[in-house]
C-alpha cells in the first residue's frame, strides 16, 4: 500500500489565502524532499530537508521535518496563480535504503 | 531545462509485447532513477543505478529491467506488458555528491491496449 500520505488531496484557494500540505510516512525518512509538477509537465525539485525538526524557508515557501522523521509540511503564504500545481513530498527509508518513496501528492489551484 | 531527455514521448502497444524506453541525463549524473507515474497519482520508484549497477529497487516485478551506460545514458526495458503498465515513465538523474536533488526528464506516455 501508499507509504507516503499527504493531505489533503485537493485544495482550492483564493489567491492571496494561504495553503498547507502534510506528508506522512509509515516508515522513518533519511531526508524529505520536495517537488512540483505542473499540469502536463514532470516534477520539479524544490528543497531537502535532513535534520529532524528541520525548517527551511524559500520567500514565500517554508519547509518543516518532523521531529520522528515521519512527517513534513510545506506552508505557502499568500498564494499566487503561479503557485498552481501539484506538490509532493519524497524520501528515502531510513531502514531500507534501496526504497524511495514520493507521497500521493496535494493538487493546488490558485482562483485569481 | 533539466537537460534530461526521454525517448519517445509517446508509445503504443499491445498487451504481451515488449518496450524499450530511453533517457539521456547529463554529464555527471552518476546516478539515474526510473519512475511510473499513472495519471492522477504519485510517481512510483521502480529502480535506481549509480553507476552501471542497480542500487535501489521499489515494488516492481522482474520484467521490469533497466540498463544504464558510461554516456549518461539509460535504458527501462518492460516485458509482457500489461494494460496497467499503461502511465507515464518518468527517468531523472542525480549529481553525486551534491545536494541529492534529481533531475526529471519530459516522460514517456506509455499505452498498453
Known amino acids: 500500500g501508499q507509504q507516503v500520505m499527504q493531505i489533503p488531496q485537493y485544495q482550492h484557494v483564493q489567491e492571496g489565502e494561504d495553503f498547507t500540505t502534510y506528508c506522512n510516512s509509515s516508515t522513518t525518512l533519511s531526508n524529505i524532499q520536495w517537488y512540483k509538477q505542473r499540469p502536463g509537465g514532470h516534477p520539479v525539485f524544490l528543497i531537502q530537508l535532513v535534520k529532524s525538526g528541520e525548517v527551511k524557508k524559500q520567500k514565500r515557501l517554508t519547509f518543516q521535518f518532523g521531529e520522528a522523521k515521519k512527517n513534513s509540511s510545506l506552508h505557502i503564504t499568500a498564494t499566487q496563480t503561479t503557485d498552481v500545481g501539484t506538490y509532493f513530498c519524497?524520501?528515502?527509508?531510513?531502514?531500507?535504503?534501496?526504497?524511495?518513496?514520493f507521497g500521493s501528492g496535494t493538487k493546488l489551484n490558485v482562483k485569481p | 531545462e533539466t537537460g534530461v531527455t526521454q525517448s519517445p514521448t509517446h508509445l503504443i502497444k499491445t498487451r504481451g509485447q515488449q518496450v524499450t524506453l530511453r533517457c539521456s541525463s547529463q554529464?555527471?549524473?552518476?546516478?539515474v532513477s526510473w519512475y511510473q507515474q499513472a495519471l492522477g497519482q504519485g510517481p512510483q520508484f521502480i529502480f535506481q543505478y549509480y553507476r552501471e549497477e542497480e542500487n535501489g529497487r521499489g515494488n516492481f516485478p522482474p520484467r521490469f529491467s533497466g540498463l544504464q551506460f558510461p554516456n549518461y545514458s539509460s535504458e527501462l526495458n518492460v516485458n509482457a506488458l500489461e494494460l496497467d503498465d499503461s502511465a507515464l515513465y518518468l527517468c531523472a538523474g542525480t549529481f553525486s555528491g551534491g545536494t541529492n536533488e534529481q533531475y526529471f526528464g519530459p516522460g514517456t506516455r506509455l499505452t498498453v491496449t
Open positions: 519524497a524520501g528515502w527509508a531510513i531502514y531500507n535504503f534501496n526504497k524511495f518513496y
Open positions: 554529464s555527471g549524473h552518476n546516478t
